[in-house]
């Protein structure tokens, strides 16, 4: 009750760090992630709570590590440190935390064969990661060959329905520049 009362008032987010480090350490679950929530909600763009987000990213919680990833792509911030952690993170056991790691690390413009490796595995995995998957690989400029390969043989040789009509959305989304899939779609 008084972390809700503290949260609604509002203070400035630079007198919190200390407050936002302590709650991140506590024991109950449930207050870990309503700070990390306060975290992701109030952290402006721009700011560089490095601390804060490894700390989430260090959590045995998945929904505080997921929030870590939200706070990292909300306020921008690009260390060596920090995309070494987020790259670990896509092999994550919980789905929508790897699927997270995966957006954060396209979209400070690493393309590297691991990451989308990854997402088109997750295409097989529950629906959630699936979506999320299929929302990442249809980034423009994401897609090479390789990708583009790999989805016309989930549309061409899986058996389960549901993921070839995943794979064919995600290559819908390219347009001609997919004339290879053209035919199979």
Same mark, same amino acid.
């Given at each position: 009750?008084?972390?809700?009362?503290?949260?609604?008032?509002?203070?400035?987010?630079?007198?919190?760090?200390?407050?936002?480090?302590?709650?991140?350490?506590?024991?109950?679950?449930?207050?870990?992630?309503?700070?990390?929530?306060?975290?992701? =909600?109030?952290?402006?763009?721009?700011?560089?709570?490095?601390?804060?987000?490894?700390?989430?990213?260090?959590?045995?919680?998945?929904?505080?590590?997921?929030?870590?990833?939200?706070?990292?792509?909300?306020?921008?911030?690009?260390?060596?440190?920090?995309?070494?952690?987020?790259?670990?993170?896509?092999?994550?056991?919980?789905?929508?935390?790897?699927?997270?790691?995966? =957006?954060?690390?396209?979209?400070?413009?690493?393309?590297?064969?691991?990451?989308?490796?990854?997402?088109?595995?997750?295409?097989?995995?529950?629906?959630?990661?699936?979506?999320?998957?299929?929302?990442?690989?249809?980034?423009?400029?994401?897609?090479?060959?390789?990708?583009?390969?790999?989805?016309?043989?989930?549309?061409?040789? =899986?058996?389960?329905?549901?993921?070839?009509?995943?794979?064919?959305?995600?290559?819908?989304?390219?347009?001609?520049?997919?004339?290879?899939?053209?035919?199979?779609?």
């Amino acid at each position: 009750a008084a972390l809700e009362a503290l949260c609604r008032r509002s203070p400035a987010p630079d007198n919190l760090d200390g407050l936002w480090e302590r709650g991140l350490r506590g024991q109950s679950t449930p207050v870990r992630q309503r700070v990390a929530r306060w975290i992701r =909600e109030s952290v402006p763009r721009g700011s560089k709570p490095q601390r804060l987000i490894l700390q989430m990213l260090r959590d045995p919680d998945p929904i505080i590590r997921r929030l870590g990833l939200e706070t990292l792509r909300r306020c921008g911030l690009r260390t060596t440190i920090l995309m070494q952690k987020v790259a670990k993170a896509q092999r994550d056991a919980d789905a929508g935390v790897r699927c997270r790691a995966a =957006e954060a690390l396209i979209e400070g413009g690493s393309n590297d064969r691991v990451s989308v490796a990854l997402l088109i595995s997750d295409l097989k995995k529950d629906e959630d990661t699936a979506r999320c998957a299929q929302d990442v690989l249809g980034l423009a400029g994401l897609f090479d060959a390789d990708v583009t390969r790999s989805m016309i043989r989930l549309v061409q040789d =899986e058996n389960d329905p549901d993921l070839r009509s995943r794979a064919a959305k995600v290559l819908m989304r390219l347009g001609p520049t997919a004339r290879e899939a053209i035919p199979v779609l």
